[in-house]
């Protein structure tokens, strides 16, 4: 299904689609996804899972690091398929009760439970202020992440992935950690 959308674009994706691609009649599409927006849910979910095994997103030891989060955000494009997929079903979710809605939640809840790990650790680390509540910054950094996507659609020689990583050190605290200890205020590390 990921290879349809790379192909023709999460727009042209239909249940027939499906269907004529795999060689199955339409009624067992329509059996596994009753409708096209729940075909666009399996297809990004199906995304997710491939970009957070790739990713190691669940590895326990997995450590933030600004310069790569900037490097995984400049690979990514406005015009690509997967990250229009990813726009088209947060469009669906805006819509109550679909499974796009359910989905959404369901990412942004992984998302946020995923950066605030490894914002734990970089305050284990002594890379990000200890005061600083890990769950509203890993919100904090998803919002900031959405908001860039949209700066650099209409602006692409943003460099949104400097932006963000700035972004990421100064709501962690790190500049100010960093600063710190460049005047050597900083006695312990944490």
Known sequence: MLQLV?????????????ALRSKTPETT????????DDLLVAALELADEQNAEASHLDDPDLRLDPGELARVYRSGSPADPRSRLGQLVRGIA????????????????RQVAVFARMFDQRKRDGLAHPDVDSIDLARQTIALWEGLASVFADDPEADAGRL???????????SWITLQRAIGRVERNF
């Not at 790379?6 to 499906?18: K, N, W």
């Open 29 to 36: 599409v329509l059996y596994h996804f009753p409708s096209r």
């Open 6 to 18: 790379d192909e023709i674009g999460p727009e042209s994706l239909t249940t027939s689609e499906v």
């Open 94 to 109: 805006a819509t109550p009760g679909t499974s796009a809605a359910a989905y959404v939640r369901r990412r942004v809840n």
């Open 164 to 174: 963000l990583a700035e972004g990421v050190r100064r709501l962690s605290g790190e």
